[in-house]
C-alpha cells in the first residue's frame, strides 16, 4: 500500500508519498488543476506495483469536497478529508518544536494516513443531484446571512441618525419589500415627515389594515425624536440608500435561488423521505441532504451521524470528575438546520413535543432540550434513509411508549 500526504494551496499542492514502512518515496509540488491531477497520477504510478489497484493508494487532504478531491475519488484513490485541526494535532505529536511548512504538512498528513486510518473518515462520493443541492442549498443561506448583516448596518445608522425610522418600520421588518421602498423614497427625517397617509398605503401591498399600519406609521415619523444635523443626516441617508439598494437586490436573488433549491432538492430520489421528518420543509430538508450528503455507507450508524452532525454529547471524566457537555464544533450550516427542524418539530408534532417536555422536567434549558430533541430526530432520520421508509411517528418513537408503560 501507498500513503499519501497532499497539502493542499491556493494554485499548487505538496504531496508525500510513503510506502508501509514511512519512508518518502516521492515527494513533489503539483500545480492546481488538470494537469496537476494528472501529474498525481504519474507520480503514483511511477511507484505502485503493476498488478496493484487503486483502492491500494490512500490519499490524505484537509478538505472533503472540489474539483481535485473528486477526480482523486474518481480515480479509485481512497481518500480521507481531515479536519485541519486534526491535522495540527498530529503535526504537535510528531514534533513540537512549532516548526511548520508545506513540505512537513505533506509528511504529517502522509504519517497520518498511515498510522491512524482507522480513525479517519473516508470520502465517499456524493451524487451529482446532492451535489447541486449543495451548492445552491449553501448559496441561498450564505445570501440570507448576508441580508442579516446589511439589515444590522441599516439598523446601526438609522439608530445613529433616524431613530423615528426604527420606532416605525421596525414591526414590518426591516428587511422587508415595503420599509426598504418607503426608505428608498424618503432616507431623512424630513422627506419621511412629508410622507402622506397615501404614499405609506401604497408601499403596504399585501399587509391587512393597510390604512391603519399607514396611519400609525406616519404618526411615528411626525413624532418627536433626537437627530443629526441636516448635513449629518444627509450623509447617513447617502449610506443607507445604499444599503437600502443592497437589501432590494438580496431579496430578490434569495427568492430566485429559493425557487432553485426547492426544484433542485425535488428531483433528489431522497426528498420524499426527508419531507416526511417533523419540522422539515424544501428549505431545511434541502440544506440537511445538502450537509448530510447522499452517498451509501459513509455513516456506519446512527451514532455516526449524530456524531458527524454534532447533536451528541461528549463525556469529559478526569478521577471523580465526570461532566458532559454539548460539541462546539461542528458544521455550522448543519447544526443551525437541524436546531432550526426541532425547533419546528416540537410545534407540530406531539410525540416530540412530549419528548421535549420529558426534557425540561430535567431542568434543562430550551437550547439543551432543543440539542436532545435535534440528536433523536438525527437518528430518526438515519433509520428511514437507512430502510428507505417514510417517517412514522409510532414507529419512531415506540420506545418511549414501552417505556411509559413500564
Excluded at 26 to 33: D, N, T
Amino acid at each position: 500500500m501507498l500513503f499519501v500526504g497532499d497539502d493542499r494551496a491556493e494554485d499548487h499542492h505538496d504531496v508525500e508519498v510513503q510506502d508501509e514502512q514511512g519512508r518518502a518515496v516521492k515527494r513533489a509540488r503539483l500545480p492546481e488543476g488538470a494537469a496537476g491531477v494528472a501529474r498525481f497520477h504519474e507520480l503514483v504510478a511511477s511507484v505502485l506495483p503493476q498488478d496493484a489497484e487503486p483502492a491500494e493508494v490512500l490519499v490524505c487532504i484537509e478538505t472533503d469536497r472540489g474539483p481535485w478531491v473528486r477526480a482523486l475519488v474518481a480515480a479509485g484513490y481512497r481518500v480521507f478529508g481531515v479536519n485541519p485541526k486534526q491535522a495540527a494535532r498530529h503535526r504537535e505529536v510528531m514534533g513540537n518544536s512549532g516548526a511548520k511548512s508545506d513540505k512537513a504538512d505533506a509528511h504529517a498528513l502522509a504519517d497520518m494516513v498511515r498510522t491512524r486510518r482507522h480513525q479517519l473518515r473516508q470520502i465517499a462520493a456524493d451524487s451529482d443531484e446532492a451535489e447541486a443541492v449543495k451548492v445552491v442549498a449553501r448559496a441561498h443561506q450564505t445570501m440570507i446571512w448576508e441580508r442579516t448583516r446589511h439589515m444590522l448596518r441599516l439598523r446601526s445608522a438609522l439608530r445613529d441618525y433616524f431613530p423615528a425610522a426604527l420606532a416605525a418600520y421596525q414591526p414590518l421588518g426591516l428587511t422587508s419589500t415595503a420599509v426598504l421602498a418607503l426608505l428608498a423614497k424618503a432616507p431623512t427625517p424630513h422627506a419621511a415627515a412629508r410622507l402622506t397617509v397615501t404614499q405609506i398605503t401604497a408601499a403596504l401591498k399585501g399587509y391587512r389594515d393597510k390604512s391603519a399600519k399607514a396611519a400609525a406609521i406616519q404618526a411615528e415619523l411626525h413624532a418627536e425624536h433626537l437627530g443629526q444635523s441636516d448635513l449629518v443626516a444627509s450623509a447617513y441617508a447617502a449610506t443607507v440608500a445604499a444599503t437600502v439598494a443592497v437589501l432590494q437586490t438580496l431579496n430578490t436573488q434569495i427568492a430566485t435561488l429559493e425557487r432553485q433549491v426547492e426544484a433542485h432538492f425535488g428531483r433528489h430520489s431522497d426528498a420524499e423521505i426527508l419531507l416526511s421528518q417533523p419540522g422539515i420543509g424544501a428549505i431545511l430538508g434541502a440544506r440537511v441532504l445538502a450537509e448530510f450528503g447522499d452517498a451509501r455507507g459513509r455513516y456506519a450508524s446512527a451514532k455516526a451521524r449524530k456524531n458527524y452532525a454534532g447533536t451528541s454529547p461528549i463525556t469529559r471524566q478526569s478521577g471523580r470528575s465526570k461532566s458532559v457537555h454539548a460539541r462546539f464544533i461542528h458544521n455550522d450550516r448543519l447544526i443551525d438546520a437541524l436546531h432550526m427542524q426541532a425547533s419546528a418539530a416540537i410545534l407540530h408534532d406531539p410525540a416530540v413535543r412530549a419528548y421535549y417536555d420529558q426534557l425540561k422536567t430535567r431542568d434543562l434549558s430550551h437550547n439543551a432540550a432543543l440539542r436532545q430533541v435535534g440528536n433523536r430526530l438525527v437518528g430518526i432520520l438515519h433509520g428511514c434513509l437507512k430502510t428507505h421508509t417514510l417517517y412514522d411517528r409510532a414507529t419512531a418513537w415506540s420506545h418511549r411508549q414501552e417505556d411509559l408503560a413500564a
